[in-house]
């Protein structure tokens, strides 16, 4: 029996083990309130990030923010918020991954660091890069 798989445990559980400590959708809009975009906020304050794995290869570290003046904006904001925040990283539909705690370092909008950095969009949609730095519990 030593080689057999547990029963009641999806065999996509141990291939992809982020899934096993995911929370749901709702349970993410309780915890960093609710919203659509990656800057979650309350009552004016930065409660964390939901940050979509798909649109952002190199997560947590590297975010891809794209063109509109609310991206742009929520961008800056992180970075003056000097603050480590949490942060959740979508794993699949209903699914997202606690990560730890993130503050932003730096946000560049010049183009070789957006050519560098944008993975699988194109130039002319992404307004610049944000980079994160994870912060122990101490920090």
Known sequence: ????????IALW???FPDHMNTIDTSTLAKRLAGGHA????KNGDIKGLAINARDNPDAPEVLIVGLGPNKVAN????LAHDKAVPLYLKQAVNAWAYRGEFR?????????????HR?????SEVAG???????????
């Open 38 to 41: 990656f800057l979650r906020t």
């Open 75 to 78: 961008a800056e904001r992180l």
């Open 1 to 8: 029996m030593g080689g057999m798989i547990p029963h009641g």
């Open 119 to 123: 993975r699988h969009r194109e130039v």
């Open 104 to 116: 932003a370092t730096a946000f560049l909008r010049d183009p070789p660091v957006i050519k560098r």
């Open 129 to 139: 890069i944000l980079f994160l730095e994870r912060v122990d519990a101490n920090g």
């Open 13 to 15: 559980r141990l291939f």
